[in-house]
């Protein structure tokens, strides 16, 4: 028994099982359920192998798969899940979707999924954790365009909040995630704020952002 063949949106022939696991894919929790009630494995990521796993390896196939295809369809699919994404999900989830979206998306979407008017800090977060682990999704051209604008966001917010702003805190840890080690010397300046404020947990933690950067304090 063979597939059914029709053309995509974009011209390329999609078969029937293709269509299937999308829809499959697409009839997950992830896109079926609110945000904050998909909670995979717990914050404590209790049993690895519970009842969620298999929904879970399911989407992590796929877009995985997606990676590699940039299938136009599935593309829309992942930035679908990435809104939907909650903070408590699956790390290797926001791994894999962020991949895809890194990898495919342009720069000017891109940078509206880095605004924070946007998306919340945990999204954007893994954002740049995934292009820090995964350099090769980034063209130099969209690496630059991203790195610009998250150092520029973080200077402008420098002069205009005080060191202990919990939203400024976060574009730096931001920033140092990204991985670009010409961060290093904003991070120290703003590391010194800290400092001079008596906020020596934030400070630490800024610390460890720059010396994973390659820089010293």
Not at 111 to 138: G, K, S, V
Request: aromatic share 8%.
């Amino acid at each position: 028994m063979t597939d059914l063949v029709h053309t995509g949106d974009n011209g390329a022939e999609l078969t029937g099982t293709d269509e299937f696991v999308k829809q499959t894919v697409k009839g997950c929790r992830l896109f079926t359920e609110p945000a904050d009630e998909v909670k995979y494995y717990g914050e404590a990521r209790r049993e690895f192998w519970n009842s969620d796993s298999d929904e879970v390896m399911l989407l992590i196939q796929f877009f995985n798969n997606c990676i590699v295809s940039g299938d136009p369809e599935s593309v829309v699919i992942a930035l679908d899940g990435f809104g939907r994404l909650a903070k408590g999900d699956d790390e290797a989830l926001h791994d894999v979707i962020g991949s895809v979206l890194l990898r495919h998306l342009d720069a000017d979407a891109l940078e509206a999924l880095f605004d924070p008017e946007n998306q919340p800090e945990y999204r954007r977060y893994n954002l740049a954790l995934t292009a820090q682990f995964h350099p090769d999704l980034l063209t130099a051209d969209r690496k630059e365009r991203i790195f610009g604008v998250l150092k520029k966001r973080l200077k402008d917010m420098m002069k205009d909040r005080s060191p202990e702003d919990e939203t400024l805190y976060e574009e730096a840890v931001i920033l140092g995630e990204f991985g670009d080690g010409r961060a290093i010397p904003l991070l120290r300046r703003y590391a010194s704020m800290l400092l001079e404020q008596g906020l020596r947990d934030k400070y630490s933690d800024l610390c460890n952002e720059i010396e994973k950067l390659g820089g010293t304090v």
